[in-house]
């Protein structure tokens, strides 16, 4: 009896909490039918906010995967002084404040900041413009590629590299074909949860942005104009887009799980 | 000294190669990304004189937004303990049926973009919401008040508390509760003695991450919050703000003193979890 109480409170909670937002966005964005949703995407400004939130997601990706790897190696395999404060700045962005993480380029590229005039008047525009977008989404998204690799290169030592090192392979080889295989899965799920995170980014973004219609403002920036000018159909299908994105990517880390229990049930 | 200058360059206790390849590469990224933009956030609000930034700290619109953050997050996480402790139970010891879809679903705050998860909770909690509708006709208003940060709040630092609290319980001895009920112990004396006391250092730091997280939370608040000056205004919104007015040094002081404040809560939270896991740390 004590049991079902307790099984009723949990799903109570769990629907009241966790499944009510996700049914509000598809509720909301086919509220006229799926017709008026999907003209919605015809929309100029929606379909630019999508390719630069596709580009920002890129590029955030890929600057932090190639030097999270670095990153990961350099803390892993060597012990240095400096190490553990190596350790601490690399996860800081995680305890900033989204608008913090956005006011931090401003002073440094804004108008009144540091760099900001004189770039400007090279015709360098970085705040109110995309590397600026760019900017604070690496940023934000900085820790994630190194935080998973770090347990895991740390747990697997470095025997194998200094066998591969003894055999005469170079650093780009022991790397490429010694470590990252082993670390195929924590890479994969660092890189997936970078993507999810970088596409997601308001409110950093939001700061550097200017929102300018089309040419500033991505995908949640787009969301946020659309919700604020009424165009609730629009703002929601726009939002189940990027939920969706978004969400598919934080589930795709389990894949390799799952792969792996297929295989070894065909085997 | 000279042996901790030589073991940065070197790479002490290893031979193998690239380590000062990998060193600069790190360095130029973390010093780029992370060091510059935070020296400019420490530096650039005296280069407007020390005037301003004592015009700065005497704004008590600042201190009302401020104060709005903190209160709100603080109840957010604290209301939030029992829930997420009543979802890793039943996670971890419940028997729940669909057990795999609910440990899904425990990260969607995580995975939802906050501009999503705030739209969306306005729109839930707003006067014509599912929740927002029967709740107005009881005479609660919850969607742009303080009410609606804290809800906000609630949703978003939800998975901190139950990810904190999953492992450890998971590691507990499930026959301690019969032993200590055998022994003579009464069920209020299991759940503080038997439960909650080996669970405490996961609750705050639970507690802890989930504050840090509400205290700089922007996108989920603000379209649920009201945004109204000295009421239901909160601080990173008045950074907004006051950057639209040009004024560097009084978003600055707010910033400085929001990073702070969640680098003090995180700091305090390893402090106090070591201190009581002296007595019972299961994890």
Not at chain 1, 15 to 39: F, Q, S
Not at chain 2, 229 to 246: D, H
Request: proline share 6%; net charge positive; with cysteine.
């Amino acid at each position: 009896m004590r049991r079902y109480a307790l099984w009723a409170a949990t799903w109570g909670l769990i629907a009241l909490v966790l499944l009510m937002p996700p049914a509000v966005v598809v509720a909301e964005a086919l509220k006229n039918g799926l017709a008026p949703a999907l003209a919605s995407f015809s929309d100029p400004d929606g379909q630019a906010a999508i390719w630069l939130t596709l580009e920002v997601t890129v590029v955030s990706v890929l600057l932090n995967t190639v030097f999270g790897v670095l990153a990961a190696w350099v803390l892993t395999k060597y012990r240095f002084s400096g190490r553990s404060a190596l350790l601490v700045l690399v996860e800081l962005p995680l305890s900033i404040s989204p608008v913090v993480s956005g006011l931090v380029w401003l002073l440094l590229f804004g108008a009144q900041g540091w760099w900001g005039p004189a770039l400007e008047r090279a015709g360098v525009h970085i705040a109110f413009a995309v590397p600026g977008i760019m900017l604070a989404t690496v940023f934000v998204t900085l820790p994630y590629v190194v935080r998973t690799l770090v347990p895991l290169m740390e747990q697997q030592g470095r025997d194998a590299e200094e066998a591969a090192m003894l055999a005469g392979a170079g650093f780009w080889n022991i790397l490429w074909r010694v470590t990252l295989p082993g670390a195929r899965v924590a890479l994969f799920s660092g890189i997936l949860l970078t993507t999810a995170r970088a596409m997601g980014e308001f409110g950093a973004v939001s700061v550097v942005s200017g929102h300018i219609p089309g040419l500033t403002e991505t995908m949640p920036l787009h969301i946020e104009s659309l919700y604020n000018g009424y165009q609730t159909v629009a703002a929601f299908t726009m939002a189940a887009l990027l939920a969706g994105m978004a969400m598919m990517a934080v589930l795709l880390r389990s894949a390799p799980e799952y792969l792996a229990r297929w295989k070894e049930k065909q085997a | 000294m000279k042996q901790a200058v030589l073991s940065f360059f070197r790479g002490g206790g290893s031979a193998l190669p690239g380590y000062r390849l990998a060193l600069a590469a790190t360095l130029l990224w973390t010093g780029f990304f992370i060091v510059l933009p935070l020296c400019a956030l420490v530096i650039r609000p005296w280069q407007d004189g020390v005037g301003a930034m004592l015009a700065a700290t005497r704004d008590t619109r600042m201190f009302a937004a401020l104060w709005t953050s903190f209160s709100s997050a603080f109840l957010a996480a604290l209301f939030n303990l029992p829930l997420g402790l009543l979802l890793a139970w039943a996670l971890v010891r419940g028997d729940l049926p669909g057990r795999r879809v609910a440990d899904a679903l425990i990260d969607l705050p995580l995975a939802l973009p906050t501009a999503v998860s705030g739209i969306t909770l306005a729109t839930l909690y707003g006067p014509q919401g599912w929740i927002g509708a029967p709740l107005a006709r009881l005479g609660l208003v919850v969607a742009y008040s303080r009410t609606g940060i804290v809800l906000a709040l609630m949703f978003v630092g939800l998975p901190f508390v139950v990810r904190t609290v999953e492992p450890v319980l998971k590691n507990l001895p499930r026959d301690l509760e019969e032993a200590a009920l055998l022994l003579g112990a009464r069920p209020w004396q299991v759940v503080t003695r038997v439960i909650i006391a080996p669970l405490l250092p996961a609750l705050v730091t639970g507690f802890g991450l989930a504050f840090a997280r509400g205290v700089g939370e922007y996108g989920s608040v603000i379209f649920i919050a009201g945004n109204q000056p000295f009421k239901s205004e909160i601080a990173p919104l008045l950074i907004v703000v006051r950057l639209q007015e040009f004024d560097y040094a009084g978003a600055t002081a707010i910033a400085l003193i929001l990073l702070l404040t969640s680098l003090l809560a995180l700091v305090l939270v390893s402090a106090v979890r070591r201190r009581l896991s002296v007595w019972g740390d299961a994890g």
